[in-house]
């Protein structure tokens, strides 16, 4: 067995045959350096010496990474709503959908943790909680859910509340698309183009038109239909990962306040009441099928009345 040395593009660069393939690897960049596994895998430390504490730095450590690129992909969706690419955002769209659904399922992984597992390192957690995660705050921002008092949290860390007291000022994803609506000629009302985009967004019935028009008309706005049911799915599957959320608590913990000091799943459950996209989901009450064909509830041809 043995290793050839050479120099490749100025990098000190080796060879070896190695179960019948040639592999090659250099002093460059490796596999270990570009995907930093060092700090990666000394990143799990926890604070007691109960086994299955592992289970649960990992797994929401996982989430963070998922988050972080899911925050990555929808900052390109808006700017691909900016630039009227709903192609690309589309495209992207569809990406951030995948992941959710992986997201959605990798709870599963933490309702293997039964009560008695998590409770014999619950109070080495003190107060931390998952409502202290900047990134999720950030994404719900992006998506428009803004409170300003949920900067709060933060406080005690200045990049983080930078970041989010940008977020919260910034016009969410759905601002951006109305803002496009009145682009292509939807009368959005100015008031929704043009406002403080750091308060919470308000339902209004000139969007609501906006949106039934499009949905009735499918064929004559099919790029903004289209587009429209992706925005809806990533509100779908967000609102199906807080759902798993919330029965993977209630499974592990009960009724228990959470570490945090919230009303753990009471307070989960309120969040399935919050809507990013309210008008996209309030007109669909209000879309009739169009009068083709026999009433559903005339008898058929023929028969007796």
Not at 43 to 66: G, Y
Not at 98 to 122: C, G, K, N, Y
Request: net charge negative; glycine share 6%.
């Amino acid at each position: 067995m043995s290793i050839r040395a050479f120099v490749e593009d100025g990098v000190e660069t080796f060879e070896a045959k190695i179960d019948g393939e040639t592999i090659q690897w250099d002093k460059g960049l490796s596999y270990a350096k570009h995907l930093q596994t060092e700090q990666l895998l000394s990143a799990q430390i926890p604070v007691s010496d109960k086994p299955d504490e592992m289970l649960f730095i990992i797994m929401h450590q996982t989430m963070e990474l998922w988050l972080k690129l899911v925050l990555h992909e929808a900052k390109l969706v808006v700017a691909g709503i900016r630039a009227d690419d709903l192609d690309h955002a589309g495209k992207t769209l569809d990406r951030i959908a995948t992941i959710q659904r992986h997201m959605i399922h990798s709870w599963e992984v933490l309702a293997t943790l039964t009560p008695h597992d998590f409770l014999t390192f619950r109070g080495f957690l003190r107060k931390a909680s998952g409502f202290q995660s900047h990134q999720y705050r950030e994404l719900e921002f992006l998506l428009g859910n803004k409170r300003e008092d949920l900067l709060l949290v933060h406080n005690d860390d200045v990049a983080a509340h930078e970041r989010l007291t940008a977020a919260l000022g910034a016009p969410s994803l759905y601002d951006e698309l109305l803002r496009l609506l009145a682009r292509r000629g939807f009368p959005i009302p100015a008031s929704h183009l043009n406002r403080d985009f750091s308060q919470p967004y308000q339902p209004c019935d000139a969007v609501e038109d906006a949106w039934l028009a499009i949905y009735s008309d499918v064929e004559a706005h099919w790029d903004l239909y289209a587009f429209a049911e992706k925005i809806t799915a990533l509100e779908y599957y967000f609102q199906e990962w807080r759902f798993k959320h919330m029965k993977t608590v209630a499974r592990v913990i009960g009724q228990k306040m959470g570490t945090g000091g919230s009303a753990g799943v009471n307070y989960l459950v309120k969040a399935l009441s919050l809507s990013f996209f309210p008008e996209l989901w309030s007109m669909r009450t209000r879309m009739v099928a169009p009068k083709e064909g026999p009433n559903y509830a005339d008898p058929p041809a023929g028969s007796v009345a």
